[in-house]
């Protein structure tokens, strides 16, 4: 979380009851689409500046920001932040597991 959305600049002891800057949505093979979009919805509508939902199965991320179209990143991608993550870059293949090798037949 930037220092600039602190009183003071400062980190107060004790609880922060100030949103993130990103929140990361991991879905898994169980989980279901609409509670998906529901939880991203919550984010954002309290106060989280960016969402990002990462589909292992697909290797693909799905950036969100209120009021803004949303962003799908693939495997061959690199995953950039913007706002409070301008600076960030890291190709989408590194957040994942190495594939197998194909196996000859």
Known sequence: MRSRRFP?????????????????EV?????????????????????FEEV??????????YVYRKGQPILSFGPAD????RGPLEGFSCPVVNLFPAEPAAQPA
Request: without cysteine; glycine residues 6%; negative net charge.
């Open 52 to 61: 990002w939902v990462v589909y292992s199965t697909t290797r693909t991320v």
């Open 27 to 47: 879905v898994s093979p169980n989980d279901l689409a609409n509670e998906v979009e529901e939880k991203v919805r919550l984010y954002l509508d309290h106060g």
């Open 8 to 24: 003071n600049e400062r980190v107060p002891d004790g609880y922060i009851n100030i949103p993130a800057d990103l929140a990361v």
């Open 78 to 81: 690199t995953l950039t932040g």
